[in-house]
T-cell receptor
Framework: KAGVTQTPRYLIKTRGQQVTLSCSPI?????VSWYQQTPGQGLQFLFE???????NKGNFPGRFSGRQFSNSRSEMNVSTLELGDSALYLC???????????????FGQGTRLTVV | AQSVTQPDIHITVSEGASLELRCNYS??????LFWYVQSPGQGLQLLLK??????LVQGIKGFEAEFKRSQSSFNLRKPSVHWSDAAEYFC???????????FGTGTRLQVFP
């Protein structure tokens, strides 16, 4: 079956603009999480969604937001882009969404966002 | 607060040599622990995971990891490294009842022929 699909793969935006990234989870998966990866900060958790509800949120400013649709697809939005938002944004999906022993997160290839 | 430490930023080994990547975690309860691998420009692939039971866990690609509660460690090992193992390796912990992953800073593995 198809893996986690993230679109677009690459994106270049100007400071002050906003951007929307998309993630389609593996079919049947109901949990979607987002991560930001930068050379300086590493992999940092952004949000986790399960059945259209945000269950956890990382320590990011309010400019970062997300949502999940009834088909489990998820989007994240970053408003008023800053140079420091340049990063690889990774989406992961998992089946049960109950964590622990059921956690096996499958990652997409990511969206490389460059802010100029 | 939960955290993961990977003390080695960069490791270089010769092909065929054994490998051990270190991971220490801080977590109040029994942790759920993972090792992921990331090749350049790619997402993360799960190598193995530990939830409970046998403290020696077998994963894909010939990797294994040992959970040591007394040392708060979950080190990744491979008896004989292949050139294709060159990648970045991340240790992660998941708090109870959530799919949120807390990652270490990663260890970049370089393999020389």
């Amino acid at each position: 079956k198809a893996g986690v699909t993230q679109t677009p793969r690459y994106l270049i935006k100007t400071r002050g603009q906003q951007v929307t990234l998309s993630c389609s989870p593996i079919s049947g998966h109901r949990s979607v999480s987002w991560y930001q990866q930068t050379p300086g900060q590493g992999l940092q958790f952004l949000f986790e969604y399960f059945s259209e509800t945000q269950r956890n949120k990382g320590n990011f400013p309010g400019r970062f937001s997300g949502r999940q649709f009834s088909n489990s697809r998820s989007e994240m939005n970053v408003s008023t882009l800053e140079l420091g938002d340049s990063a690889l944004y990774l989406c992961a999906s998992s089946a049960a969404g109950t964590g622990g022993a059921n956690t096996e997160a499958f990652f997409g290839q990511g969206t490389r966002l460059t802010v100029v | 607060a939960q955290s993961v430490t990977q003390p080695d930023i960069h490791i270089t080994v010769s092909e065929g040599a054994s490998l051990e990547l270190r991971c220490n975690y801080s977590y109040g309860a029994t942790p759920y622990l993972f090792w992921y691998v990331q090749s350049p420009g790619q997402g993360l692939q799960l190598l193995l995971k530990y939830f409970s039971g046998d403290t020696l866990v077998q994963g894909i690609k010939g990797f294994e990891a040992e959970f040591k509660r007394s040392q708060s460690s979950f080190n990744l090992r491979k008896p004989s490294v292949h050139w294709s193992d060159a990648a970045e390796y991340f240790c992660a912990v998941a708090p109870y009842n959530t799919d949120k992953l807390i990652f270490g800073t990663g260890t970049r593995l370089q393999v020389f022929p």
